[in-house]
């Protein structure tokens, strides 16, 4: 599913209104939507406050809060206009929910969540908020700040423009596009203004497919992650070989075999070094095979792997192990994902042609900075456009939204993941899942997308319990977020 530009989502309600969809129609099923949506991020109502402009933005909301309250939640309308200054469409919205605005800002009564619905301006915006309408955003900064309200933007946080992202807009918590994401959204400011992206799809509106950057979700791909046959068995499970951990950074290979373990894998064996200490191979989970040896680089590319995760904490690993290291990627055709300090061995030996369309690499910032120093100041999108131009290799940068890129294919953006995740471990859980996956045979930017979502789906999972989700959380949902996928949940 292709992210699209303010003029071309116009263009696809055109498509609609000639094949005689009507304009409310979209904005009933757009409104019920979010609400779905909505409700299934809240284990309980709460109160809902809907910020309406006075265009279909504010409509959406409208039509969202009419669902929240007959799913019990309690709900209430600031208005930055009289309904006078409305379009015809939300002043029948407001009409249908038969309250009036409130006159003063709102309070959280009673319990459950506070939510605010920013339903100030959508792909309308132009320039900077101003007015009552800056008022309002203002109202929502403050009650976001200081009185615990969740902001979930209507399209788009207002003010972002809908092309360039740009705009001191609306800070949300998340983002419900309406039918489909637009390119804003995934731009260095947009990614920091909206949040948690969580798509809505109308069913009404024909999907673009045809640009370069595309949203990542079930939908999108369907296929991946088909439910196993009764008949499979750990052969078919795939193997996994993992080179991950170094004297100092033995946790690195714990979360990494975790996740690959709890991603599915039928066979996961760790390679590591023969000084590795013994009393923490006995935290690996029993399920592992744990290889120590003096060479353990040749015996992990000499073995049966299906797939083979390479570089989680090997930053104190010898000097024999990097060289050969280096010196077995050259020949081997087999999937292999390599993370962190695989990529700084990389980067050092400025070995970059070695990087070919079997590997998965997947640096954080900090990482693609050392491979690509010449990508600095570049946007995430560009970068990733102008590395895999020039490397055949399968390129997953991670950051507050992760990309997947590889020559020739369209930039994937992921939607799931959040910042309570930012924390050492939750990339080697990553690296675990994705070399799982490649085991099982999965195409290269397949495996690196679908590892991106999962994970940032566990994390979400873990949000029930807080806002901090550790890598052992991650790893805790894994199972969670698989039935995500396979059930489409967002
Ligand atoms: N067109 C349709 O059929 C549908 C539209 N939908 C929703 O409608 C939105 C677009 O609606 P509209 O085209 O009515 O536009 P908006 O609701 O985005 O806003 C337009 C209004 O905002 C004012 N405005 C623009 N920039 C401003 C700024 N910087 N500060 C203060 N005021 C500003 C304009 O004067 C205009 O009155 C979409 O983003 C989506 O949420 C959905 O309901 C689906 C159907
Ligand atoms: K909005």
């Known amino acids: 599913m292709s ?32 609400a779905e949506r909505l409700i299934e991020q809240f284990s309980r109502p709460g109160s809902a406050i809907g910020y309406v402009g006075k265009g279909n933005n504010g409509g959406d909301a409208l039509v969202a809060l009419r669902h929240l309250r007959e799913a019990g939640w309690r709900i209430a309308i600031r208005a930055a206009f009289p309904e006078e200054e409305w379009g015809e469409l939300p002043r029948r919205k407001l009409r249908d929910l038969a309250i009036a605005p409130e006159i003063d800002v709102p309070r959280h009564k009673g319990s459950g969540p506070f939510l605010l619905l920013d339903g100030l301006l959508g ?37 972002l423009d809908a092309d360039t992202g740009s705009g001191e807009a609306v800070i949300a918590d998340l983002t419900l596009p309406v039918g489909v994401a637009k390119m804003g959204i995934a731009s260095p400011n947009g990614v920091l203004r909206c949040g948690r992206v969580v798509l809505v799809p109308l069913k009404d509106l024909p999907l673009p497919d045809d640009s370069f950057l595309k949203f990542f979700c079930p939908e999108a791909f369907p296929g991946l992650l088909e439910p196993r046959a009764h008949g499979f068995h750990k052969g078919d499970a795939g193997r996994a070989g993992i080179l991950a951990g170094s004297p100092g950074m ?34 690996m989970p029993p399920e592992v095979m744990v290889r120590p040896s003096p060479d353990p680089v040749k015996e992990a590319f000499e073995a049966r792997h299906d797939a083979l995760v390479i570089g989680p904490g090997t930053g104190h690993a010898s000097q024999h192990y990097h060289a050969s290291l280096l010196e077995f990627l050259a020949s081997d055709e087999r999937p292999i994902i390599l993370d962190a300090d695989a990529l700084n061995q990389i980067a050092k030996a400025g070995r970059l042609d070695l990087l070919k369309s079997n590997h998965v690499i997947t640096p954080h910032p900090g990482e693609f900075a050392r491979l690509a120093p010449e990508l600095a100041g570049e946007s995430a999108v560009t970068a990733c456009g102008a590395f895999v131009q020039k490397h055949g290799c399968t390129l997953l940068l991670k950051g507050a939204r992760t990309l997947v890129a590889k020559s020739g294919q369209a930039i994937r953006f992921n939607p799931t993941g959040h910042a309570g995740m930012a924390s050492g471990g939750q990339g080697d859980a990553l690296s675990g899942v994705i070399g799982t996956l490649l085991a099982q045979g999965a195409e290269s930017t397949d495996a690196a997308s679908l590892g991106a979502w999962l994970c940032g789906r566990a994390g979400e999972r873990s949000l029930a319990n807080g806002p901090i989700a550790t890598a052992s959380d991650t790893i805790r949902h894994l199972g969670g977020a698989i039935d995500d996928w396979r059930q489409r949940r967002r």
Do not use: W, Y
């Open 250 to 283: 033995t946790g690195a290979a714990v979360i990494c075999t975790s996740a690959a373990l709890h991603a599915g894998a039928g066979l996961v064996t760790l390679h590591v070094e023969g000084d590795f200490p013994p009393h923490l191979l006995s935290a």
């Open 123 to 159: 792909i309308g915006a132009k320039g900077a908020l101003r007015g009552p309408v800056a008022a309002m955003a203002e109202e929502m900064a403050t009650l976001r700040q200081n009185h615990g309200a969740v902001v979930a933007a209507m399209d788009l946080p207002s003010g």
């Open 3 to 34: 992210f699209v530009t303010g003029a071309a989502m116009r263009s696809l309600e055109e498509a609609a209104f000639a094949r005689g969809v009507s304009a409310e129609a979209l904005m009933d099923l757009a409104g019920e939507g979010i």
